[in-house]
């Protein structure tokens, strides 16, 4: 699963703040920032920010 998010710096200190389970700290790659976390039931989800101006597909 991957949820997308227009500030993944501020979700990363909000969504830690309130006790979510982090596997990676945000990180840039492939022009886009992600990180990971572990929902309740131990499934990883990713989460995505764009970069803007960078084109897919």
Same mark, same amino acid.
């Given at each position: #699963?991957? !949820? %997308?998010?227009?500030? !993944?710096? *501020? &979700? @990363? $200190?909000?969504?830690?703040? %309130?006790?979510?389970?982090?596997?990676? $700290?945000? #990180? $840039?790659? @492939? =022009? $886009?920032? %992600? &990180? @990971?976390? %572990?929902?309740?039931?131990? @499934? !990883? !989800?990713?989460? *995505?920010?764009?970069?803007?101006?960078?084109?897919? =597909?």
């Amino acid at each position: #699963m991957n !949820i %997308r998010v227009a500030d !993944i710096h *501020g &979700c @990363y $200190e909000r969504w830690q703040a %309130r006790g979510a389970e982090f596997i990676t $700290e945000p #990180m $840039e790659k @492939y =022009g $886009e920032t %992600r &990180c @990971y976390i %572990r929902d309740p039931d131990g @499934y !990883i !989800i990713e989460v *995505g920010q764009s970069k803007p101006g960078v084109v897919y =597909g």
